[in-house]
């Protein structure tokens, strides 16, 4: 067991969280990786241009979404100039009269873009970002909802990105015993098991509700709550179609092109087209519709092309540090590759377990190679395996159920948890908030749902419980901890008044 693998993943996170320098500690952990793979610094060197950094940039899926990112970027740089952030805010606020509304309209819209995770993020951050700053909101609770909204939705979804590559380690696991059980009703039956995406839903759901927070996100929400008394209320665009329009465009355009590119006009079902298809691609054509849309209202209301090319610029610019840190990290993750950092972890972290702990487990371990690698899926195709094998051979057939739950939601949470996801990199720069900080406020929530969803869910479920009795009682422990240990960031009565 290579144990210098852990090191790169180690030191990105740690340096990250203590320093707040992302960039700085991700080429840092790239480059002790690069020398550890080639066993010289100067090797090393030349290792992480040539080799990981090219070839993060030059592969198709990462390419085509860092492209999707910058063009995104560009479109809410000309929503921005002609008014429609303003007119979305401002039609958005009038409805939303208090800061829950608010926060649990972009819980719904977090539950509406189900199908992807990218853009369900880059969308919704996008989005409310105007009504939420207008609303005295941090963007730190912003990103928080975002984040807790994307995967955990993607992963479940009946049709989504996700589906194909869930159904796929399904079926490999089940063939490899000659289960005679289907990838799909077990992917179906494995939903209620899913405790930590469920109670992450529903625990978004009560931090709205009561109007509590705790740790650093209710430091920083009063923090944003200050400026938003002490700044003067800015008049809004009416605009709101200019918002609309191109948005919709985008996700119109994303579940069309989806089925299209899995060939669900060539006779593929929905399930089928939907898994089949290359997210990458569509969202780079959907992102570029949308950009046409908003250049085509824009010169209908008379603003020059210089103007809108100026301010397409500026919202591609507003997301350089994000696309560098997006492409860091895959670069590190080409180096974790290499290494055999998630095998190290899988063989370090799962032996020796009682039988009644492995869903446990294979909770814990995916989602701490998620944490260190940063890759949900990548980690879903390495745990998965084991994970089916060591459930059947253990526990029998009635036991991979609950244990497949646990991997696909365990890296979830391993995303949520680390600063070099793209996943949670996406939502804090979607969102306009200091990564780090994104991180820092979301690790006490997500540890929290955690523990509920370990002491309330896996164990009970590994020991036999249904999950139609363990969700519930999780569900009011959860709301009992935000209850006793969550305090009020605002008056609701002072806010309704500022947002009028």
Not at 65 to 89: H, V
Not at 159 to 185: C, R
């Amino acid at each position: 067991m290579n144990l210098l693998a852990l090191l790169p993943p180690i030191i990105a996170i740690v340096l990250a969280l203590l320093t707040r320098e992302v960039l700085l500690s991700l080429v840092i952990a790239i480059f002790i990786g690069a020398c550890i793979v080639t066993g010289s610094p100067v090797e090393g060197f030349t290792a992480v241009l040539n080799k990981y950094l090219v070839g993060a940039l030059t592969d198709s899926w990462n390419i085509s979404i860092l492209l999707f990112c910058l063009i995104i970027g560009g479109l809410i740089g000309i929503i921005n100039k002609n008014g429609g952030t303003k007119g979305l805010a401002s039609l958005l606020v009038k409805r939303a009269v208090s800061t829950k509304s608010a926060l649990f309209s972009t819980w719904l819209l977090g539950l509406a873009i189900f199908f992807d995770d990218y853009a369900n993020s880059l969308i919704v951050g996008n989005s409310m970002r105007a009504i939420t700053d207008r609303m005295g909101i941090s963007r730190e609770k912003l990103a928080y909802i975002v984040d807790s909204t994307a995967a955990p939705i993607s992963s479940m979804a009946l049709i989504s990105t996700w589906v194909g590559m869930e159904l796929g380690l399904i079926q490999e696991g089940l063939e490899k015993f000659g289960l005679n059980m289907g990838a799909y009703d077990v992917f179906l039956r494995s939903i209620p098991f899913r405790f930590y995406s469920l109670l992450a839903l529903f625990f978004v759901l009560v931090i709205i509700f009561t109007g509590k927070d705790f740790g650093p996100m209710l430091a920083a929400e009063r923090k944003a709550r200050k400026k938003a008394s002490d700044d003067q209320v800015e008049e809004l665009s009416s605009k709101w179609y200019n918002a609309i329009l191109p948005i919709g465009t985008v996700i119109v355009a994303t579940i069309i092109g989806l089925y299209q590119n899995g060939g669900g006009f060539e006779g593929a079902s929905i399930r089928e087209a939907y898994s089949n298809a290359d997210a990458s691609v569509v969202l780079l054509w959907a992102s570029f519709l949308g950009v046409v849309v908003a250049w085509i209202q824009s010169l209908f209301q008379k603003i020059s092309v210089a103007e809108i090319s100026e301010s397409f610029v500026e919202g591609v610019k507003s997301m350089a540090v994000p696309a560098m840190i997006l492409s860091l990290a895959w670069t590190l993750s080409g180096i974790n590759s290499d290494l055999g950092t998630a095998e190290v972890m899988v063989e370090l972290i799962g032996e020796n377990v009682p039988v009644f702990l492995i869903p446990t487990m294979m909770f814990i371990v995916p989602a701490i190679v998620a944490f260190s690698t940063g890759t949900s899926w990548g980690t879903n195709a390495i745990v998965m395996p084991i994970a089916i094998e060591l459930a059947f051979l253990t526990g029998g057939a009635e036991l991979i159920i609950p244990t497949i739950g646990a991997v696909l939601t365990g890296a979830v949470m391993g995303d949520h948890l680390s600063p070099v996801s793209d996943t949670t990199i996406m939502s804090s720069m979607a969102s306009g908030c200091n990564h780090i900080s994104h991180v820092k406020t979301q690790i006490p929530y997500a540890l929290t749902v955690a523990g509920v969803a370990i002491v309330f869910g896996f164990v009970p479920a590994g020991l036999g419980m249904s999950p139609l009795i363990s969700l519930p009682l999780a569900s009011i422990v959860l709301y009992g901890i935000v209850k006793v240990f969550g305090q009020a960031s605002y008056e609701a009565e002072r806010q309704v008044e500022q947002a009028a």
